[in-house]
């Protein structure tokens, strides 16, 4: 299977200037635990997380203060939709990261996560009647 085939192709987009609270907002709203950060005076795109948000948290700073660019992780790792879930799953373990923002023609495309790969790899969830009978 292809990372295309597992990735989401909702990709939430904030800029540096947004206070972690917004970020955490928007990401909460669309049930995605990583944002793609487009900063128009750095190079390249960054990726704010969801453990980056907490860790902020747990250091006791002030989320309605502290801004998006202060803890975006910016030597991000790039999938391609082409990329076999394999080669995706052995960057983010080599990496240590759950997230993988997918590049197609340089432009974000999609994030693949850990979870999608593992709900592509898992057996298909059956429901407790449905064990029962089988």
């Given at each position: 299977m292809?990372?295309?085939?597992?990735m989401?192709?909702?990709?939430?987009?904030v800029?540096?200037?947004?206070?972690l609270r917004q970020?955490?907002t928007?990401?909460?709203?669309?049930?995605?635990?990583?944002?793609?950060?487009l900063?128009?005076?750095?190079?390249?795109?960054?990726i704010l997380?969801?453990r980056?948000?907490l860790?902020?948290?747990?250091?006791?700073?002030d989320?309605?203060?502290?801004r998006?660019?202060?803890h975006t992780?910016?030597?991000?790792?790039?999938?391609a939709?082409?990329?076999?879930?394999?080669?995706a799953?052995?960057a983010m373990?080599h990496g240590g990261?759950?997230?993988?923002?997918?590049?197609d023609?340089?432009?974000?495309?999609?994030?693949?996560?850990?979870?999608?790969?593992?709900?592509?790899?898992?057996p298909?969830?059956?429901?407790p009647?449905?064990?029962?009978?089988?």
């Amino acid at each position: 299977m292809l990372v295309r085939d597992a990735m989401s192709t909702v990709v939430l987009t904030v800029g540096p200037d947004h206070t972690l609270r917004q970020a955490a907002t928007l990401m909460s709203a669309r049930r995605v635990g990583a944002a793609v950060v487009l900063d128009p005076d750095a190079e390249g795109i960054g990726i704010l997380t969801e453990r980056d948000i907490l860790t902020s948290v747990g250091l006791g700073q002030d989320p309605d203060a502290e801004r998006v660019q202060r803890h975006t992780t910016t030597d991000v790792v790039f999938a391609a939709p082409a990329w076999t879930l394999e080669e995706a799953a052995a960057a983010m373990a080599h990496g240590g990261f759950r997230h993988l923002v997918v590049l197609d023609r340089g432009e974000p495309a999609g994030i693949v996560s850990v979870r999608d790969v593992i709900r592509c790899w898992a057996p298909e969830r059956r429901s407790p009647e449905a064990a029962v009978t089988a």
